[in-house]
């Protein structure tokens, strides 16, 4: 027997080195290496061993069905197969791993065989978990648009694939509604390891780079929470926060119809945590200011429906100039409006930073003191 030409390529790809130099026990835990990492990638599961088997064969609901389970004889396979798989590690794999052994080359061609006919039997089984189903989900115009929801979903994913489903829910992003994808996506974010996270962020970083659909742009920034702004690569989030910027300060919202006119639709999507990690909160700030002190209505109209209490949040632990020079002239001049914006902010907590900050300039008015909450 010539056992290169017995067994399916990648299998000799991956015992080759070792059977060519006559480790036979090598080249036969390699091929059982082969074996769990099939089973590993195929289920996402992180097992080993026996515990691996029965996670990945057993129980009413195998993760991976060697056929449809409907008959006794189909049971008896899936079960048969089951301990056959729990016998290669107990019985051939532990003891050459534990023990010095050396392995004849029949011996050797004999268990490979029989491996690759167990690998051929997985490569065509079905898996509980399909891909393609489970996104039908997240695209699921019913989609429960809450955190609870999105958190369950997200657990029945296999940890091995968590990165492989990210990656398709942003490339087909546009299949689902935003929300429900955003909420999804936040939730599926907090589950991936580093490196998973990296492979995701790379993805993104490539939707990015170069588009000026408002749709993508979109999108990705909804999907793509505050907090893990800084993940991007920083030419392209630099690009991206332009563009949201262009939008932000040529933003117009019309009270009437309760729409945005001509620009700032797209910068809606920043959220407070957004801002925190972005570039220049300084330009920011300043660019809302003086669309407030503008004689453009749409302008301030829709700083103040959109930004205002984002821009006061971010600022309020390191407050930037240019929101502090409203405010100082805004109490100079006894701008009533200006006034009360300040006491929006802070008359509700004590403690709030910019008592310190606006001292001064509130000794003038003896009358604003900081009030206790109804509650």
Request: a negative charge.
């Amino acid at each position: 027997m010539i056992i290169k030409n017995e067994i399916d390529t990648d299998l000799w790809e991956v015992i080759q080195k070792n059977y060519e130099s006559e480790n036979y026990t090598g080249a036969i835990l390699d091929a059982i290496f082969k074996l769990t990492d099939v089973i590993r990638n195929k289920t996402g599961l992180e097992g080993d061993g026996a515990s691996l088997i029965g996670q990945a064969f057993g129980g009413s609901n195998p993760r991976i069905k060697l056929n449809k389970l409907q008959t006794d004889s189909e049971k008896d396979i899936q079960r048969g197969i089951q301990e056959i798989l729990r016998g290669i590690y107990t019985g051939i794999r532990n003891p050459r791993s534990h023990d010095t052994m050396k392995d004849s080359q029949l011996t050797c061609d004999s268990i490979i065989v029989f491996i690759n006919y167990l690998l051929q039997m997985i490569d065509k089984s079905k898996l509980s978990f399909d891909e393609k189903e489970y996104l039908k989900r997240v695209f699921d115009p019913y989609y429960v648009k809450t955190e609870k929801y999105s958190d369950l979903l997200v657990q029945e994913i296999p940890k091995r694939q968590r990165g492989d489903i990210a990656i398709q829910v942003i490339l087909q992003r546009n299949d689902g509604n935003i929300h429900s994808v955003g909420l999804f996506f936040k939730a599926l974010l907090q589950q991936l390891e580093p490196s998973e996270l990296s492979r995701v962020f790379k993805v993104i970083d490539n939707e990015l780079k170069t588009t000026q659909d408002e749709s993508d742009i979109r999108y990705l920034v909804h999907m793509c929470p505050g907090e893990f702004w800084p993940q991007i690569e920083q030419t392209v989030r630099m690009r991206t926060e332009t563009i949201l910027y262009e939008d932000f300060s040529k933003a117009s919202y019309n009270e009437k119809i309760g729409k945005c006119v001509g620009h700032g639709n797209l910068a809606t999507w920043i959220t407070e945590s957004h801002l925190r990690n972005f570039d220049g909160i300084i330009k920011w700030t300043g660019q809302a200011v003086n669309m407030l002190q503008s004689n453009n209505k749409g302008a301030i109209s829709y700083i103040k429906e959109f930004f205002w209490y984002k821009i006061c949040h971010v600022n309020k632990e390191n407050i930037t100039w240019p929101l502090k020079y409203y405010f100082d002239q805004g109490l100079n001049d006894h701008d009533q409006e200006v006034i009360e914006q300040l006491i929006d902010q802070i008359v509700w907590d004590e403690k709030h930073p910019w008592w310190a900050v606006f001292e001064e300039g509130l000794k003038k008015y003896p009358d604003i003191k900081p009030e206790e909450l109804p509650f």
